[in-house]
């Protein structure tokens, strides 16, 4: 069973930065993909950032020049480095990782960030 823990949340203020940080552990089949999540309250769970097996980063719009995704393969670790940070950012974060070989994603509790002036 693989387990997913985050950490790093807190509160900010707008333009200020936050790392996150999330690990994998448990993998039977070794870890293909890791991705970043964000809920905002009343809204949907979406896409933040993504990294393949292949170290290739992906990013929603609204956090391309500001976040960067990093990875650590060896300990199965992703990191989002979050950077100018805005109002719009507060959410509950979430890491979700996906064996090799598998269709699941195994997801974390979950981190909360907040921007407020």
């Known amino acids: 069973q693989v387990q997913v823990v985050e950490s790093g949340g807190g509160s900010v203020q707008p333009g200020e930065s936050l790392r996150l940080s999330c690990t994998a552990s448990g993998s039977r089949f070794g870890i293909n993909t890791m991705a970043w999540y964000r809920q905002a309250p009343g809204e949907q769970r979406a896409l933040v950032a993504v990294i393949t097996s292949a170290d290739i980063a992906k990013y929603d719009d609204s956090v391309k020049g500001r976040f960067t995704a990093t990875r650590d393969f060896a300990t199965n670790t992703i990191y989002l480095q979050m950077n100018n940070l805005k109002l719009e950012d507060t959410a509950v974060y979430y890491c979700?990782?996906?064996?090799?070989?598998?269709?699941?994603?195994?997801w974390g509790q979950g981190t909360r960030v907040t921007v407020s002036s």
């Open positions: 979700a990782a996906a064996q090799f070989y598998s269709d699941r994603d195994y």
